[in-house]
Nanobody
Framework: QLQASGGGLAQPGGSLRLSCAAS????????IGWFRQAPGKEREGVSC????????NYADSVKGRFTISRDNAKNIVFLQMNNLRPEDTAVYYC????????????????WGQGTQVTVSS
């Protein structure tokens, strides 16, 4: 089971760190992606990290502001979000078996419950 956490309310320019933790299985074998869905919009890929952490990918809208990382020993993947903007407001999800090159989920992706991120002054 995946569980995303760390969301909340941040001011524009602020920071949040999201965590994606797994229970019952090890994340180390999986590419892990972060996705988000804003009200009335389709779910979109935000970032992805390969199982070995040797490859990462970011949506153009978050490049230079967000950083994905993983700690396989602790079975957690992080998304550090800096310089947040109101348009980053969305529910953020993590998923396994992500196609990192395409920044998309696959038919076998498993999803965690999302965490709400709200950026507002």
């Amino acid at each position: 089971q995946l569980q995303a956490s760390g969301g909340g309310l941040a001011q524009p320019g602020g920071s949040l760190r999201l965590s994606c933790a797994a229970s019952g299985f090890s994340l180390e074998w999986y590419n892990i992606g972060w996705f988000r869905q804003a009200p009335g919009k389709e779910r979109e890929g935000v970032s992805c990290i390969s199982s070995s952490a040797g490859f990462t990918n970011y949506a153009d809208s978050v490049k230079g502001r967000f950083t994905i990382s993983r700690d396989n020993a602790k079975n957690i993947v992080f998304l550090q979000m800096n310089n947040l903007r109101p348009e980053d407001t969305a529910v953020y999800y993590c998923a396994t078996d992500t196609d990192c090159s395409r920044l998309s989920w696959t038919q076998i992706s498993s999803w965690g419950q999302g965490t709400q991120v709200t950026v507002s002054s």
